[in-house]
């Protein structure tokens, strides 16, 4: 999708644009914030403008991704069946232009043009135990890492939230940066460092082998550290230098893949450490921000009415547009999971009407049951009668509005990423307000990871320099 890029925005830019969002989302809460599994219990069809009904109605999933998503198949010619209303048109375009682009500068990953499991860019020491997404990532990020710190004269990473450690040993063992990794769970720790001993082990046979081959860089394995950090206080663990030596001066880069929730709010806070010279950070898991203290970080964002992103707002904004927009093409018979468990909503409701939106297991093969197959089933795993009688004929009323529940929740997508856009604007304003610089660049392939904006951070501006980070794969 097209949109606004985050680079390059002056202060007054910035503001505007929160100023832009916040107004738009507050115009259109009752969408963001409507939950889909309520799309029968609280008439959320009826809350659309009768002429959104009209121009919505009928739509099959591909005509939705195309007209409403913006998203043609390849070689699709976007062709509208009706004259839509102005107010839809708008509302589209809008969503377009306000939100930050996640398109980088490559389309498709040229590293899995061979083999879509294998990346090319990567030695298959450091794609085992890596999924493709995972290694499109640690690649990117890492060699953005590096170029940043070289720029900024870094001493020394650290990766919060570091997980199993496949990010760090990129960094460390593949591009020979001196790297402290920090994760709370200890067993993911201990597994990362038995996938340190055998990458080394991998690098020392693959060296034996080649003997001509001459090392570009040092190798160091990264220094694992088992510690949960606070998102309110300051972790000394994790400012503390890997060399101390008397004559080192520590200039730390911290960093995180994939940052859940409160913990890229907590590089933030740590970023105005002296020791810390620069930051690069690609967060995630937005529902999972403290509310106060997560968002708004801002205080201009904080100033500004309409402001507030409740949990529903912050929970679509992690959702996948350009995935959902793929199975819409698609047109596939899992589109009709929403649809199915909007009408078991009805029937909870009616039996235990103070039990509202329970969480439900996964229920296999969706698309292969009957609808009061699906709620009955549905029913047992809330802890109610599955034998409870049922009204069928409601039900098969309910499904025949299938495509009306999925024009509901494709429209409510379609204003997802302002929610985001939201979000990582607050905090580029809020480093800002620390006197510092940031900005935002699209770093992975959206198609493989949808939160793929990374917020770089630094004491001092980069100015041309900035470019070099932005890397397009050959």
């Not at 591009?175 to 993911?188: A, H, P, Y």
Request: overall charge positive.
């Amino acid at each position: 999708m097209p949109g606004v890029s985050a680079r390059g925005l002056s202060l007054e830019q910035r503001r505007q644009l929160a100023v832009n969002l916040t107004r738009v989302l507050a115009r259109y809460r009752s969408i963001v914030d409507a939950y889909i599994i309520e799309f029968f219990t609280d008439n959320l069809w009826g809350t659309l403008p009768c002429s959104w009904q009209e121009a919505l109605d009928g739509l099959n999933p591909p005509q939705l991704a195309t007209q409403l998503l913006g998203m043609p198949g390849e070689g699709e010619v976007v062709r509208y069946r009706s004259v839509w209303p102005l107010s839809l048109l708008a509302l589209k375009s809008t969503a377009c232009a306000l939100a930050f682009t996640r398109t980088p500068g490559f389309q498709t990953p040229s590293e899995f043009l061979e083999n879509p499991s294998q990346s090319s860019r990567l030695t298959a020491p450091f794609r085992k135990h890596v999924r493709p997404k995972k290694q499109h990532e640690i690649r990117r990020l890492g060699e953005l890492v590096k170029k940043l710190s070289d720029l900024t004269g870094c001493t020394q990473v650290v990766d919060i939230g570091s997980g199993q450690g496949h990010l760090s040993r990129f960094m460390s063992l593949g591009l020979g940066l001196l790297v402290k990794s920090i994760e709370g769970d200890q067993r993911l720790v201990q597994r990362a460092q038995r996938l340190d001993q055998e990458l080394l082990q991998a690098l020392e046979k693959e060296e034996k082998r080649h003997p001509q081959v001459v090392r570009a860089s040092p190798r160091y394995s990264p220094h694992h550290v088992v510690r949960w950090v606070e998102p309110t206080a300051l972790c000394e663990e994790l400012l503390l230098p890997l060399d101390t030596s008397p004559q080192s001066r520590a200039r730390l880069l911290l960093t995180g893949l994939h940052a859940c929730g409160d913990l890229s709010v907590t590089l933030l806070r740590h970023f105005s450490c002296p020791q810390v010279v620069a930051l690069a950070s690609v967060g995630c898991c937005y529902m999972k921000l403290s509310d106060p203290g997560g968002y708004p970080l801002s205080q201009w964002v904080a100033g500004l009415p309409g402001h507030e992103l409740p949990y529903r707002l912050r929970e679509g904004a992690c959702h996948a547009l350009e995935e959902y927009a793929e199975r819409l093409q698609k047109s596939g018979p899992g589109l009709r999971t929403h649809c199915y468990r909007a009408a078991l909503e009805t029937v909870i409701r009616g039996a235990q009407p103070e039990l509202r939106r329970p969480g439900v297991q996964g229920i296999p093969r969706v698309h292969e049951l009957k609808i009061e197959e699906y709620v009955r089933r549905g029913l047992r795993r809330v802890g109610l009668d599955p034998q409870l009688p049922l009204n069928v004929a409601a039900l098969q009323a309910h499904q025949a509005q299938e495509n009306r529940v999925v024009a509901f929740f494709s429209l409510a997508l379609l204003l997802a990423p302002l929610v985001e856009t939201l979000i990582l604007l607050d905090r580029l304003l809020y480093v800002q307000e620390q006197g510092f610089y940031a900005e935002l660049l699209p770093i992975f392939s959206p198609a493989l990871s949808p939160r793929n904006l990374v917020l770089v951070a630094t004491k001092r501006p980069l100015g041309e320099a900035l470019s070099l980070l932005e890397m397009e794969d050959s």
